[in-house]
Nanobody
Framework: QVQLVESGGGLVQAGGSLRLSCAASGRAFIFSSTAMAWFRRAPGQERELVAAINWSGDSKIYADSVKGRFTISRDNARNTVYLQMNRLKPEDTADYYC????????????????WGQGTQVTVSS
């Protein structure tokens, strides 16, 4: 079993920054072998893969809408994954979810099967 707890959401003005964190834990769970990702769901929209990172942190993917503004990273010593969000836009407003995949294909959204409760991000114009 894997537990994921997000933090760092909030209200920010357009152009501002936020950093989301996701702390992972669980029995027999090896964070350093786990692919991690951030998804988001805006009101009335489907869930979207925002960014994903492989077990070692040397491979990452991003949604086109956030490339150049968001950065995903991980600290395997702290069992934590981060999402640095810069130059935020009102269209980034959504609930953001951390997710884990106990496999190698970090770049396939459908593979993620462990989820946090989410943290809300609101960007005002």
């Amino acid at each position: 079993q894997v537990q994921l707890v997000e933090s760092g959401g909030g209200l920010v003005q357009a152009g501002g920054s936020l950093r989301l964190s996701c702390a992972a834990s669980g029995r027999a769970f090896i964070f350093s072998s786990t692919a991690m990702a951030w998804f988001r769901r805006a009101p009335g929209q489907e869930r979207e893969l925002v960014a994903a990172i492989n077990w070692s942190g040397d491979s990452k993917i991003y949604a086109d809408s956030v490339k150049g503004r968001f950065t995903i990273s991980r600290d395997n010593a702290r069992n934590t994954v981060y999402l640095q969000m810069n130059r935020l836009k009102p269209e980034d407003t959504a609930d953001y979810y951390c997710a884990a995949h106990l496999g190698r294909r970090y770049d396939v959204a459908a593979n993620y099967n462990y989820w946090g409760q989410g943290t809300q991000v609101t960007v005002s114009s």
